[in-house]
Nanobody, 127 residues
Framework: QVQLVESGGGLVQPGGSLRLSCAAS????????IGWFRQAPGKEREGVSC????????YYVDSVKGRFTISRDNAKNTVYLQMNSLKPEDTAVYYC????????????????????WGQGTQVTVSS
């Protein structure tokens, strides 16, 4: 069964950290770029970060630059999103998705460019 599964979400205080994981099964993650997205209640889905299949290109939207780091371990079929200095406005459901290449911009391209999507993991930043 082909799927992406996110994990690592939770409740954290402002200024805290979380590391999200995006694990693939049923296909080789190393062939794909991976994008992270998030959607807050009542808001549209937006892009967060992207990493190329060969790990030679990464992209971050301005709101997370310097705080989030995307990485991948193709041997483990997993991509990570390290989130530091979290803010209440980072609260959202976070999704990962696989595409043939990385896209930049607020929405990381068109959703139809992505072949696989995870089910999402909730991140809540609150005191």
């Amino acid at each position: 069964q082909v799927q992406l599964v996110e994990s690592g979400g939770g409740l954290v205080q402002p200024g805290g950290s979380l590391r999200l994981s995006c694990a693939a099964s049923g296909f080789t993650l190393g062939y794909y770029a991976i994008g992270w997205f998030r959607q807050a209640p009542g808001k549209e889905r937006e892009g967060v970060s992207c990493i190329s299949s060969s790990d030679d290109f990464t992209y971050y939207v301005d709101s997370v630059k310097g705080r989030f780091t995307i990485s991948r371990d193709n041997a483990k079929n997993t991509v990570y999103l390290q989130m530091n200095s979290l803010k209440p406005e980072d609260t959202a459901v976070y999704y990962c998705a696989a595409a043939l290449r990385c896209y930049s911009g607020r929405y990381l391209g068109n959703i139809y460019e992505y072949d696989y999507w995870g089910q999402g993991t909730q991140v809540t930043v609150s005191s």
